[in-house]
């Protein structure tokens, strides 16, 4: 079945420290990837994706993340977090299917600490 | 341009009640995607809508949730007989559709509506 996971589900850093979350994927055929960020009290919204081409993609808010085929892995990272990245965010994988729907990891708080 | 938009954004009801949950999605968008997120856990796929295909309704997890897209805009989430385990954000999204160009996958989401089954 297709999954996708988050290994760290609450990470607390302070401002300035480096950021990544981990998300693996376990389909296979065509590969989606996204990144979501839910602020509190907000919607969900898109950082960054990956259909194909440069593995490395960069989001919006200085986000970027690998894909790295070998380990089915779409980590997201940040060199340096601020107050406000606070929030929840999810790892999406989509496209094996032709239907467009998303397959959510189970999420990772983020608090950042001033 | 407006976003997806979603009522009520909080409704609760009592155990066996219908509720309905209403999705406007983004004026051109042809896809339409309902999810669902319960505490602590990540986004739930239920059903999805593209153009006037047969929707998707793989993820519907029981045969009281049913949902419908009149005139391939607004769509209403009907959860009938509702039970305690129904409580959750129900989260609606929309996108280009699957016209074969990549960012016909890239879906936008609404602020969602918190559903409590007491």
């Known amino acids: 079945a297709q999954s996708v996971s988050q290994h760290n589900h609450h990470v607390i850093l302070s401002e300035a420290a480096s950021l990544e979350l981990g998300c693996n994927y376990s389909?296979?055929?065509?590969?989606?990837l996204f990144w979501y960020v839910q602020y509190p009290g907000q919607h969900l919204q898109l950082l960054l994706k990956?259909?194909?081409?440069?593995?490395l993609v960069k989001g919006i808010k200085g986000f970027e993340a690998e894909f790295i085929k070998s380990k089915f892995s779409f980590n997201l990272r940040k060199p340096s977090v601020q107050w406000s990245d606070t929030a929840e965010y999810f790892c999406?994988?989509?496209?094996?299917?032709?239907?467009?729907?998303?397959?959510f990891g189970q999420g990772t708080t983020l608090q950042v600490k001033p | 341009g407006a976003g997806v938009s979603q009522s009520p954004s909080n409704k609760v009801t009592e155990k066996g009640k219908d509720v309905e949950l209403r999705c406007d999605p983004i004026?051109?968008?042809?896809?339409l995607y309902w999810y669902r997120q319960s505490l602590g856990q990540g986004l739930e796929f239920l059903i999805y809508?593209?153009?006037?295909?047969?929707?998707?309704k793989s993820g519907l997890p029981s045969d009281r949730f049913s949902a419908e897209r009149t005139g391939g805009s607004v769509s209403t989430l009907t959860i009938q007989r509702t039970q305690q385990e129904d409580s959750a954000v129900y989260l609606c999204?929309?996108?280009?559709?699957?016209?074969?160009?990549?960012?016909?996958?890239?879906?936008?989401f609404g602020p969602g509506t918190r559903l409590t089954v007491t």
């Open positions: 809508f593209q153009g006037n295909s047969a929707p998707d």
């Open positions: 999204a929309s996108s280009l559709g699957a016209s074969g160009a990549q960012i016909s996958y890239e879906q936008y």
């Open positions: 990956y259909f194909s081409g440069d593995p």
């Open positions: 389909y296979g055929g065509t590969v989606n």
């Open positions: 004026s051109g968008h042809t896809a």
């Open positions: 999406a994988g989509g496209g094996s299917s032709n239907t467009g729907k998303l397959i």
